[in-house]
């Protein structure tokens, strides 16, 4: 064991080098070329930029940094939106960035307040250009009705390049490519290296040999799974090299309890979680209806007020099966009241977050008989099966 340690200590000292040498090779002044930002000068124009060493599927591993000179003071009036287009035309956000503090500005070596954001992957998950908006909102009263309004103080785009996480080169992949480097790199260390009695010399590895402790070919064979099937019944089922089943996993025909077939609306409970499945339809979109119960009856009818949200609307038209779900806000009254609602909250779908906000709409009065529905509709067929989470 200490052998090992010793050796696992070597080998990291010698990477945290290569790493460092990288670093200062780069860039004449270490980390003013490692962190990816963006800096506007006082006036709201873009000062300078840097993003680099973006790889496609990566996730929650490239920080974004974003400074202003006119954003200096601790608590701020201004919030940061980010807007990113990928190259197979996607766009994700707008998202707000985050609000740190004493962060070293690599154009100016000087600690100031900055935004962050995290970049994941929906961003990361197309390779080529990537274009970048950030925009500074100020927030204040313009009207004096008691609702903040905001202008943009800054706003920017550049264009970035999401790197391919496997070469094309003879088809070999990323992490096939950096062990081998790797272990060339361990194998010319050692052969260099002063090796001590407590560290087995390179000839005596060549030379170890297998004791009983190890399987033989056939044993191996013979005793782990080397195929996968599904039988008559629907069941996956893992063989080993002689045909004898060593495991059995049930597939379920439907991926939850199916509640709506057809075209037309589906009302949504904004309690459970979805899954939505395009049949003949091109597009599903997401709407808010005013749901109004009779007295008299009890039945409900619902009266679409939407056509398709108005945030981002583009991204909640629905092309493929996904899981969905609406997790919604408060509804804010018009002020002075005239029978409208602002509806906003946050829609999660195919892994993303989404704020939403449709602007005010006309309930009359929102009470036990009236209130706000979400649906989805489609004059194309589509299935929607609801989740037991």
């Given at each position: 064991?200490?052998?090992?340690?010793?050796?696992?200590?070597?080998?990291?000292?010698?990477?945290?080098?290569?790493?460092?040498?990288?670093?200062?090779?780069?860039?004449?002044?270490?980390?003013?070329?490692?962190?990816?930002?963006?800096?506007?000068?006082?006036?709201?124009?873009?000062?300078?930029?840097?993003?680099?060493?973006?790889?496609?599927?990566?996730?929650?591993?490239?920080?974004?940094?974003?400074?202003?000179?006119?954003?200096?003071?601790?608590?701020?009036?201004?919030?940061?939106?980010?807007?990113?287009?990928?190259?197979?035309?996607?766009?994700?956000?707008?998202?707000?960035?985050?609000?740190?503090?004493?962060?070293?500005?690599?154009?100016?070596?000087?600690?100031?307040?900055?935004?962050?954001?995290?970049?994941?992957?929906?961003?990361?998950?197309?390779?080529?250009?990537?274009?970048?908006?950030?925009?500074?909102?100020?927030?204040?009263?313009?009207?004096?009705?008691?609702?903040?309004?905001?202008?943009?103080?800054?706003?920017?785009?550049?264009?970035?390049?999401?790197?391919?996480?496997?070469?094309?080169?003879?088809?070999?992949?990323?992490?096939?490519?950096?062990?081998?480097?790797?272990?060339?790199?361990?194998?010319?260390?050692?052969?260099?290296?002063?090796?001590?009695?407590?560290?087995?010399?390179?000839?005596?590895?060549?030379?170890?040999?297998?004791?009983?402790?190890?399987?033989?070919?056939?044993?191996?064979?013979?005793?782990?799974?080397?195929?996968?099937?599904?039988?008559?019944?629907?069941?996956?089922?893992?063989?080993?090299?002689?045909?004898?089943?060593?495991?059995?996993?049930?597939?379920?025909?439907?991926?939850?309890?199916?509640?709506?077939?057809?075209?037309?609306?589906?009302?949504?409970?904004?309690?459970?979680?979805?899954?939505?499945?395009?049949?003949g339809s091109p597009t599903i979109h997401l709407d808010v209806y005013k749901a109004a119960q009779s007295g008299e009856t009890g039945d409900i009818v619902y009266?679409?007020?939407?056509?398709?949200?108005?945030?981002?609307?583009?991204?909640?038209?629905?092309?493929?099966?996904?899981?969905?779900?609406?997790?919604?806000?408060?509804?804010?009254?018009?002020?002075?009241?005239?029978?409208?609602?602002?509806?906003?909250?946050?829609?999660?779908?195919?892994?993303?977050?989404?704020?939403?906000?449709?602007?005010?709409?006309?309930?009359?009065?929102?009470?036990?008989?009236?209130?706000?529905?979400?649906?989805?509709?489609?004059?194309?067929?589509?299935?929607?099966?609801?989740?037991?989470?």
């Amino acid at each position: 064991m200490k052998r090992f340690i010793k050796f696992y200590l070597v080998l990291l000292v010698l990477i945290a080098n290569i790493f460092t040498i990288s670093a200062l090779n780069k860039t004449g002044v270490k980390g003013e070329q490692c962190m990816n930002y963006i800096y506007f000068n006082d006036r709201g124009r873009l000062q300078s930029y840097h993003i680099d060493d973006l790889y496609q599927g990566s996730n929650l591993s490239d920080k974004l940094y974003v400074f202003a000179d006119f954003d200096l003071e601790d608590e701020t009036p201004y919030t940061l939106a980010l807007m990113f287009r990928r190259k197979d035309g996607i766009e994700i956000g707008e998202v707000e960035g985050i609000r740190e503090l004493n962060v070293i500005n690599p154009k100016t070596q000087t600690a100031m307040p900055a935004f962050t954001y995290l970049v994941g992957h929906d961003v990361l998950n197309c390779a080529g250009e990537l274009q970048i908006s950030a925009r500074y909102y100020y927030h204040y009263d313009i009207d004096n009705d008691g609702t903040l309004d905001h202008v943009i103080k800054g706003t920017a785009m550049i264009v970035a390049t999401v790197n391919e996480a496997v070469p094309t080169n003879n088809a070999q992949s990323t992490v096939f490519l950096n062990i081998n480097r790797k272990i060339k790199a361990l194998q010319d260390s050692l052969a260099g290296h002063d090796h001590d009695e407590e560290y087995y010399t390179k000839t005596e590895i060549d030379a170890h040999k297998h004791n009983d402790d190890y399987f033989t070919k056939n044993e191996s064979n013979s005793r782990y799974g080397v195929s996968i099937e599904i039988d008559q019944n629907k069941n996956l089922v893992l063989k080993n090299a002689l045909g004898e089943i060593l495991s059995t996993v049930f597939i379920p025909d439907e991926p939850g309890t199916p509640v709506f077939f057809g075209a037309g609306t589906f009302i949504m409970d904004t309690n459970k979680n979805y899954v939505v499945v395009p049949i003949g339809s091109p597009t599903i979109h997401l709407d808010v209806y005013k749901a109004a119960q009779s007295g008299e009856t009890g039945d409900i009818v619902y009266t679409k007020l939407t056509n398709g949200l108005e945030n981002d609307i583009e991204q909640l038209d629905l092309t493929q099966s996904i899981v969905f779900k609406v997790v919604p806000n408060e509804t804010t009254a018009h002020d002075p009241f005239d029978g409208t609602y602002c509806i906003s909250g946050y829609v999660y779908g195919d892994g993303r977050q989404m704020l939403y906000e449709t602007g005010y709409l006309d309930f009359g009065m929102i009470n036990s008989d009236c209130w706000p529905a979400y649906g989805f509709n489609s004059i194309g067929y589509y299935k929607v099966y609801e989740l037991g989470l």
